[in-house]
């Protein structure tokens, strides 16, 4: 029993154990026994509620000691504003892109200007995104900040907190989205999502442990990563090296343009550059690339024939008699004159929103809304119409966007409804008058695919029957016609100018009989082609022929315009529905599809094109790599534009132009990055040679003063050297004794940049250092004397405590000596040393050689000078080998300054 007793004492003592693991995993497990006794509902509604107050309270308490340390966090304001900026850029594209799709798919949005969508993004909520990304990064670094507010860590952890933040954000969300796909609760999904401020204050802690430190380790990886991408090899007496730094970078690049294309933020600048390509790829351009382009477009014009509605019939229409009865006397017309096809509008039966209908009608006219008594009149004339249609046999009926939402709602007895019914009845097929957009508004495409109401080009395509040398001509299904999207076929408009493409005739031209003047040229087609009567006169300068009605219209497909018309944005400009309607119609006869290469072809291609760039550009200057980027975007741009042309080929521009911009940017940044570690690691070379002071005037302007030369300056020269070096060299190895100098050397050395004195060299067993005078002599040979004790004082503390430990010491003598010498560098071209020459540097040189064990010697200048200062015993004159007058040399006993000692 006592056993079982001590053993369990023990397993409870355990929460006070030392090892903080050993207390974490005590308290893991005892909540894991206490979570086995809990009620289900706890960890549905307790565990996430907990959670999320806790990670809220960690960010309110982290941005009240934010607030109180502003200074603290100020040091991570660079990061903070830079992904900030980043941020509400890529927020301001993906709005834009987000709402250009939305316009693209709402009729009713498809009027509101680019333009002013364009502004209102700019000049507002890129703003606003930046300003609360800003703050949402402060309260990142402020949760970082305050992980490490005990270690002192705080100002480096603001540094990296907005990295930190944001990565932990990330994190959340995908975790959140995990736990919502395999159907955790909406409680604890929003927990997840609330995870962020737990997760960047983990991070902050982990970061405050030295052994961790991920800086560091990410900057070994990187190295070790960029040491793997330099391959170099023997051969022929030489040495061949590839660098495929710069190609990898490249490919980063491509990656990233990608992955920005694949995200949908470039859906905007992607379509804007498709609508200008294919108004580039227009008439006039085809006409000067291809010599086929004329024929191309007066195929694709003669086919077709638009009927609008001139003024004295619209007027007819809306007083007289009614718009079902004017197209009913039309299709009775074109039937007598064997016309393929006719697609008809639906009248006017119901109502239709005004402000809409205003905001899209062609080109802005002042046209009236027809009103009830105009509904009435075409209820009434409807079965006319159907008469009509039926006797026919070739109508489609067209409806407008806003038609079948009307009529399902409709209620049985609504007169609307049944003359619609009538005229569904009497009709060939029933087809759909709206074109979805690509992307934009700006780009009808023809449905692939079969809809509740099919598309009025599917279907003219699939029931007419033109005449060509005598065959019939069945048109190629758009099922299976290549597709610029899955399901959408872009519309190519050949325009040579929008408006006047197609044979566009007035109602009064059916419905008179007269006879038609069409022009030969099918270059500069007219605007409407006039009626003249039998004895009028041909148009002056043109040159034509008068053609019979029946002949003209035999064969043709024929579009009704509607009593309210309305125009559509286009790559060649605002034209009315009719024609956006021809055009997708010529599309599919003539079989000229604009498609797009498979994708495995273009992501290839872009990853080629960003590792040639990013190689290209490594190691050169930026500069002059700029015109590399002209030229590359030059050249995609041509060949882009002369596929388009020439093959029906949409290659997208952006995602390329962007890949090399990135790669040019990447590889300058990496080539910068290299040029400054290269400075830095030159730098520390330089400085085991040379004082850090004479390094930083020596990188200064290295071309004055990296020359051999020097200038004459007053200078106190300190020489220290070992006694008894000889004998202790005698007694101990070579090993023994350079570790033992290295040792001295580096204390020395350590006390000497600790009171500004410059290191000129190692002597061996000694050093010889400089102290610059400058405007006040007293006080810098002042700084330097006190120099030597302090180094006289640091090899004595060190000889006691290795003599206590039984180690071998040493002991120093120091020589001093103020004077003008020649300071520079000393050598030749290839090899120097920075040095001071000339009687002074003797001077000091041999006090040094005759001062003692842990003396300081200081000659009869130096002691003018600090007079007072120091407590200084005077020597007897002397004579020093190498020095023709004799010397008086002073001895440094301290600095108690109370005069001179005899």
Same mark, same amino acid.
């Given at each position: 029993?006592?056993?079982?007793?001590?053993?369990?004492?023990?397993?409870?003592?355990?929460?006070?154990?030392?090892?903080?693991?050993?207390?974490?995993?005590?308290?893991?497990?005892?909540?894991?026994?206490? +979570?086995?006794?809990?009620?289900?509902?706890?960890?549905?509604?307790?565990?996430?509620?907990?959670?999320?107050?806790?990670?809220?309270?960690?960010?309110?308490?982290?941005?009240?000691?934010?607030?109180?340390?502003?200074?603290?966090?100020?040091?991570?304001?660079?990061?903070?504003?830079?992904? +900030?900026?980043?941020?509400?850029?890529?927020?301001?594209?993906?709005?834009?892109?987000?709402?250009?799709?939305?316009?693209?798919?709402?009729?009713?949005?498809? +009027?509101?200007?680019?333009?002013?969508? @364009?502004?209102?993004?700019?000049?507002?909520?890129?703003?606003?995104?930046?300003?609360?990304?800003?703050?949402?990064?402060?309260?990142?670094?402020?949760?970082?900040?305050?992980?490490?507010?005990?270690?002192?860590?705080?100002?480096?952890?603001?540094?990296?907190?907005?990295?930190?933040?944001?990565?932990?954000?990330?994190?959340?969300?995908?975790?959140?989205?995990?736990?919502?796909?395999?159907?955790?609760?909406?409680?604890?999904?929003?927990?997840?999502?609330?995870?962020?401020?737990?997760?960047?204050?983990?991070?902050?802690?982990?970061?405050?442990?030295?052994?961790?430190?991920?800086?560091?380790?990410?900057?070994?990886?990187?190295?070790?990563?960029?040491?793997?991408?330099?391959?170099?090899?023997?051969?022929?007496?030489?040495?061949?090296?590839?660098?495929?730094?710069?190609?990898?970078?490249?490919?980063?690049?491509?990656?990233?343009?990608?992955?920005?294309?694949?995200?949908?933020?470039?859906?905007?600048?992607?379509?804007?550059?498709?609508?200008?390509?294919?108004?580039?790829?227009?008439?006039?351009?085809?006409?000067? @690339?291809?010599?086929?382009?004329?024929?191309?477009?007066?195929?694709?014009?003669?086919?077709?024939?638009?009927?609008?509605?001139?003024?004295?019939?619209?007027?007819?229409?809306?007083?007289?008699?009614?718009?079902?009865?004017?197209?009913?006397?039309?299709?009775?017309?074109?039937?007598?004159?064997?016309?393929?096809?006719?697609?008809?509008?639906?009248?006017?039966?119901?109502?239709?929103?005004?402000?809409?209908?205003?905001?899209?009608?062609?080109?802005?006219?002042?046209?009236?809304?027809?009103?009830?008594?105009?509904?009435?009149?075409?209820?009434?004339?409807?079965?006319?119409?159907?008469?009509?249609?039926?006797?026919?046999?070739?109508?489609?009926?067209?409806?407008?966007?806003?038609?079948?939402?009307?009529?399902?709602?409709?209620?049985?007895?609504?007169?609307?409804?049944?003359?619609?019914?009538?005229?569904?009845?009497?009709?060939?097929?029933?087809?759909?008058?709206?074109?979805?957009?690509?992307?934009?508004?700006?780009?009808?495409?023809?449905?692939?695919?079969?809809?509740?109401?099919?598309?009025?080009?599917?279907?003219?395509?699939?029931?007419?029957?033109?005449?060509?040398?005598?065959?019939?001509?069945?048109?190629?299904?758009?099922?299976?016609?290549?597709?610029?999207?899955?399901?959408?076929?872009?519309?190519? @408009?050949?325009?040579?100018?929008?408006?006047?493409?197609?044979?566009?005739?007035?109602?009064?031209?059916?419905?008179?009989?007269?006879?038609?003047?069409?022009?030969? /040229?099918?270059?500069?087609?007219?605007?409407?082609?006039?009626?003249?009567?039998?004895?009028?006169?041909?148009?002056?300068?043109?040159?034509?022929?008068?053609?019979?009605?029946?002949?003209?219209?035999?064969?043709?497909?024929?579009?009704?315009?509607?009593?309210?018309?309305?125009?559509?944005?286009?790559?060649?400009?605002?034209?009315?529905?009719?024609?956006?309607?021809?055009? +997708?119609?010529?599309?599919?006869?003539?079989?000229?599809?604009?498609?797009?290469?498979?994708?495995?072809?273009?992501?290839?291609?872009?990853?080629?094109?960003?590792?040639?760039?990013?190689?290209?550009?490594?190691?050169?200057?930026?500069?002059?790599?700029?015109?590399?980027?002209?030229?590359?975007?030059?050249?995609?741009?041509?060949?882009?534009?002369?596929?388009?042309?020439?093959?029906?080929?949409?290659?997208?521009?952006?995602?390329?132009?962007?890949?090399?911009?990135?790669?040019?940017?990447?590889? /300058?940044?990496?080539?910068?990055?290299?040029?400054?570690?290269?400075?830095?690691?030159?730098?520390?070379?330089?400085?085991?040679?040379?004082?850090?002071?004479?390094?930083?005037?020596?990188?200064?302007?290295?071309?004055?003063?990296?020359?051999?030369?020097?200038?004459?300056?007053?200078?106190?020269?300190?020489?220290?050297?070992?006694?008894?070096?000889?004998?202790?060299?005698?007694?101990? /190895?070579?090993?023994?004794?350079?570790?033992?100098?290295?040792?001295?050397?580096?204390?020395?050395?350590?006390?000497?940049?600790?009171?500004?004195?410059?290191?000129?060299?190692?002597?061996?067993?000694?050093?010889?250092?400089?102290?610059?005078?400058?405007?006040?002599?007293?006080?810098?040979?002042?700084?330097?004397?006190?120099?030597?004790?302090?180094?006289?004082?640091?090899?004595?503390?060190?000889?006691?405590?290795?003599?206590?430990?039984?180690?071998?010491?040493?002991?120093?003598?120091?020589?001093?000596?103020?004077?003008?010498?020649?300071?520079?560098?000393?050598?030749?071209?290839?090899?120097?040393?920075?040095?001071?020459?000339?009687?002074?540097?003797?001077?000091?040189?041999?006090?040094?050689?005759?001062?003692?064990?842990?003396?300081?010697?200081?000659?009869?200048?130096?002691?003018?000078?600090?007079?007072?200062?120091?407590?200084?015993?005077?020597?007897?004159?002397?004579?020093?080998?190498?020095?023709?007058?004799?010397?008086?040399?002073?001895?440094?006993?301290?600095?108690?300054?109370?005069?001179?000692?005899?």
């Amino acid at each position: 029993m006592r056993v079982i007793k001590r053993y369990l004492s023990g397993i409870w003592n355990l929460r006070r154990s030392k090892s903080r693991a050993v207390r974490a995993v005590w308290w893991l497990a005892l909540a894991g026994l206490a +979570a086995r006794f809990l009620p289900f509902a706890f960890y549905e509604v307790g565990i996430p509620f907990a959670w999320m107050t806790f990670n809220i309270a960690l960010l309110a308490v982290s941005a009240v000691w934010g607030l109180l340390h502003p200074r603290s966090l100020f040091a991570g304001r660079e990061p903070g504003l830079k992904w +900030a900026f980043w941020l509400a850029l890529l927020s301001a594209l993906a709005a834009l892109s987000s709402t250009d799709t939305l316009m693209a798919q709402e009729a009713d949005l498809q +009027a509101i200007p680019l333009s002013a969508l @364009f502004l209102v993004v700019t000049l507002l909520l890129l703003p606003m995104a930046f300003l609360l990304l800003l703050s949402v990064s402060w309260l990142g670094a402020a949760v970082c900040a305050f992980s490490g507010r005990k270690g002192g860590d705080e100002e480096r952890l603001a540094r990296l907190g907005t990295g930190v933040w944001w990565l932990s954000l990330l994190l959340s969300s995908l975790t959140a989205r995990a736990a919502y796909k395999m159907g955790a609760a909406p409680l604890s999904v929003i927990a997840l999502v609330l995870s962020a401020p737990a997760l960047a204050w983990a991070f902050g802690k982990l970061m405050c442990v030295p052994a961790l430190d991920p800086q560091r380790r990410l900057r070994q990886i990187l190295a070790r990563i960029t040491r793997r991408l330099v391959w170099r090899w023997r051969r022929k007496g030489g040495v061949r090296v590839i660098d495929l730094r710069g190609a990898v970078l490249g490919l980063l690049a491509a990656g990233m343009a990608l992955g920005a294309g694949g995200s949908h933020l470039l859906v905007t600048a992607q379509s804007a550059a498709l609508v200008s390509l294919m108004r580039a790829r227009s008439g006039p351009l085809l006409m000067v @690339f291809n010599p086929n382009g004329p024929q191309t477009i007066s195929a694709r014009r003669g086919r077709i024939v638009i009927l609008e509605m001139d003024a004295s019939t619209r007027h007819d229409a809306l007083s007289r008699r009614s718009e079902a009865a004017v197209q009913a006397a039309v299709i009775r017309k074109l039937t007598a004159w064997n016309a393929a096809s006719v697609a008809l509008p639906v009248p006017f039966l119901y109502p239709k929103n005004q402000e809409m209908w205003h905001a899209r009608m062609m080109g802005g006219l002042d046209i009236p809304l027809p009103g009830p008594e105009d509904i009435s009149r075409n209820t009434r004339d409807a079965a006319l119409l159907a008469d009509a249609m039926r006797s026919a046999g070739n109508v489609l009926l067209t409806l407008p966007s806003e038609a079948p939402g009307y009529f399902q709602a409709a209620k049985a007895e609504d007169p609307a409804l049944r003359s619609f019914r009538r005229l569904q009845k009497a009709a060939l097929r029933v087809a759909s008058a709206e074109l979805p957009s690509f992307e934009t508004v700006k780009l009808p495409a023809i449905p692939a695919e079969s809809r509740p109401h099919p598309s009025l080009p599917a279907v003219l395509c699939q029931s007419a029957r033109i005449a060509s040398k005598g065959k019939a001509v069945p048109a190629i299904p758009p099922g299976d016609a290549p597709q610029a999207a899955p399901g959408k076929i872009l519309v190519s @408009f050949l325009s040579v100018q929008p408006g006047r493409d197609f044979v566009t005739l007035p109602y009064n031209s059916v419905l008179s009989g007269a006879a038609l003047y069409q022009p030969e /040229t099918p270059i500069a087609p007219i605007r409407r082609i006039e009626l003249y009567r039998g004895d009028a006169l041909a148009p002056v300068g043109i040159k034509g022929r008068w053609i019979p009605p029946e002949a003209f219209f035999k064969g043709k497909i024929v579009f009704l315009d509607s009593l309210t018309p309305y125009s559509r944005l286009t790559p060649v400009g605002a034209v009315s529905q009719s024609e956006v309607m021809a055009n +997708a119609v010529a599309t599919l006869l003539a079989g000229d599809y604009i498609v797009r290469p498979e994708p495995k072809y273009i992501v290839l291609g872009i990853l080629l094109l960003g590792a040639l760039i990013g190689h290209l550009c490594l190691k050169r200057d930026p500069f002059h790599t700029i015109w590399l980027l002209g030229v590359a975007v030059l050249l995609i741009m041509g060949g882009i534009l002369l596929a388009c042309i020439f093959g029906n080929l949409w290659l997208d521009p952006v995602i390329p132009s962007l890949t090399v911009l990135l790669a040019y940017l990447l590889v /300058t940044e990496f080539t910068y990055s290299m040029e400054r570690t290269e400075r830095e690691r030159n730098r520390a070379l330089l400085q085991r040679f040379v004082a850090p002071q004479v390094v930083d005037e020596l990188l200064e302007d290295p071309e004055a003063k990296l020359g051999l030369g020097g200038t004459r300056q007053r200078v106190c020269v300190l020489f220290v050297d070992a006694r008894g070096f000889t004998q202790f060299a005698e007694q101990h /190895t070579p090993e023994q004794v350079i570790e033992i100098i290295n040792t001295y050397m580096t204390a020395l050395t350590e006390v000497l940049h600790a009171h500004g004195g410059l290191l000129d060299k190692y002597t061996g067993d000694g050093l010889m250092a400089l102290f610059r005078v400058q405007e006040s002599p007293r006080e810098d040979i002042e700084r330097a004397v006190r120099a030597a004790l302090a180094m006289r004082d640091a090899a004595e503390v060190m000889s006691r405590d290795r003599a206590a430990q039984g180690q071998p010491a040493l002991k120093i003598g120091i020589g001093m000596h103020y004077g003008e010498a020649v300071v520079g560098l000393v050598g030749n071209p290839n090899q120097f040393n920075y040095t001071a020459l000339g009687y002074t540097v003797v001077v000091s040189q041999r006090l040094q050689s005759i001062a003692a064990a842990s003396e300081v010697i200081i000659s009869e200048s130096i002691y003018e000078e600090i007079s007072g200062l120091f407590r200084v015993e005077e020597g007897q004159l002397m004579r020093v080998k190498g020095i023709s007058a004799p010397v008086r040399p002073y001895r440094v006993v301290g600095a108690d300054g109370r005069g001179l000692e005899g």
